[in-house]
């Protein structure tokens, strides 16, 4: 019985994890991308007001980071689907 629920777990297993790996990179790249996009119309507003100032820069440097994590999740999940 056992050796019959471990063969069926070992078929189904790869089959479902795979997807789950790939949505959720997806998921994960989608709300890094969001959180990058946030900021960008007060950071473009201190910008015009007040021009570059260490506030600035550091909305900037946030939302490269969170854009780089969002786009190289997408790209595992990519690299998932394609192996």
């Known amino acids: 019985m056992f ?4 063969k069926f777990m070992g078929h189904v297993i790869p089959g479902v ?3 789950l790996a790939i949505l959720w990179n997806q ?3 989608f ?3 969001v959180l990058a ?6 950071t473009v507003s201190r910008i015009r007001a007040d ?3 260490p506030g600035v820069v550091l909305s900037i440097v946030f939302m490269a980071i969170m854009g780089s994590f969002g786009i ?3 790209w595992r999940a990519r ?3 394609r192996s």
Do not use: D, H, N
């Open 3 to 6: 050796a019959t629920v471990k």
């Open 17 to 19: 994890a795979r997807p």
């Open 27 to 29: 998921v994960i790249g």
């Open 31 to 33: 709300f890094f991308l």
């Open 37 to 42: 996009v946030i900021p960008a119309p007060g």
């Open 51 to 53: 021009g570059v100032t």
């Open 72 to 74: 190289s999740s997408f």
């Open 79 to 81: 690299r998932i689907s």
